[in-house]
């Protein structure tokens, strides 16, 4: 959880403040960007967004209720940060957005619910409009789009899935939260100042062009 990174980064001697937020509410992102601002100087460099679910359903058995959680939580939540801290980047000239979406957006995924897949493909669409509109600001908006990966998420998946997709990923493993961590490390750095609207597939080799 976030008190656990937030321990882990003092830890390494960095510096790092949790806070709980819900996505879907302007006001909650507002309040964590307020809370960011005084806490590092009125600045926010980097922008990674990282909540997302996932609800395992065909079709048929999905809500309107369920429907509207998921696109809330994983491309809402995404629109209503951004809107929050790209005025700030603007002021500074400068900053970084690191979307996570998921490899499901370009092939329809393997055990995903319809609603998850329909959210990810517009997190991509949104990185691509986000780094064509921003770039004369300075700011980078960048994609990463993990395979399927050992995390929560993946709990309630069947077995025989698990095995498949790992037999089906030439690297032969499925991804670890480092793995993808990585790459969002090496978007939100100076190394990527000269990267936008494009997206990193982290898949093991799973889909590729």
């Given at each position: 959880?976030?008190?656990?990174?937030?321990?882990?980064?003092?830890?390494?001697?960095?510096?790092?403040?949790?806070?709980?937020?819900?996505?879907?509410?302007?006001?909650?992102?507002?309040?964590?960007?307020?809370?960011?601002?005084?806490?590092?100087?009125?600045?926010?460099?980097?922008?990674?967004?990282?909540?997302?679910?996932?609800?395992?359903e065909s079709i048929?058995?999905?809500?309107?209720?369920?429907?509207?959680?998921?696109?809330?939580?994983?491309?809402?939540?995404?629109?209503?940060?951004?809107r929050a801290v790209?005025?700030?980047?603007?002021?500074?000239?400068?900053?970084?957005?690191?979307?996570?979406?998921?490899?499901?957006?370009?092939?329809g995924g393997t055990?995903?619910?319809?609603?998850?897949?329909?959210?990810?493909?517009?997190?991509?669409?949104?990185?691509?409009?986000?780094?064509?509109?921003?770039?004369?600001?300075?700011?980078?908006?960048?994609?990463?789009?993990?395979?399927?990966?050992?995390?929560?998420?993946?709990?309630?998946?069947?077995?025989?899935?698990?095995?498949?997709?790992?037999?089906?990923?030439?690297?032969?493993?499925?991804?670890?939260?480092?793995?993808?961590?990585?790459?969002?490390?090496?978007?939100?750095?100076?190394?990527?100042?000269?990267?936008?609207?494009?997206?990193?597939?982290?898949?093991?080799?799973?889909?590729?062009?």
């Amino acid at each position: 959880g976030a008190e656990e990174t937030e321990a882990l980064v003092k830890k390494d001697g960095g510096e790092a403040t949790a806070a709980r937020l819900d996505v879907t509410s302007a006001e909650s992102v507002r309040a964590a960007v307020d809370l960011a601002l005084s806490t590092y100087d009125n600045r926010v460099d980097i922008l990674v967004n990282n909540a997302g679910i996932q609800i395992l359903e065909s079709i048929e058995e999905i809500s309107e209720e369920h429907w509207d959680r998921v696109i809330g939580v994983n491309m809402k939540g995404h629109f209503l940060t951004c809107r929050a801290v790209i005025p700030i980047m603007k002021k500074q000239g400068r900053g970084h957005i690191v979307n996570i979406a998921s490899v499901g957006a370009r092939n329809g995924g393997t055990f995903a619910g319809v609603h998850y897949i329909a959210s990810k493909g517009g997190v991509l669409a949104m990185t691509k409009k986000l780094g064509k509109e921003l770039g004369q600001y300075g700011i980078v908006v960048n994609g990463v789009n993990p395979g399927p990966s050992l995390t929560d998420m993946m709990a309630d998946w069947p077995r025989s899935v698990v095995d498949g997709v790992v037999k089906n990923t030439p690297l032969g493993r499925m991804a670890e939260p480092e793995d993808i961590a990585d790459a969002v490390a090496f978007l939100a750095s100076d190394a990527a100042r000269f990267i936008s609207g494009e997206t990193i597939e982290v898949n093991g080799g799973l889909v590729c062009d």
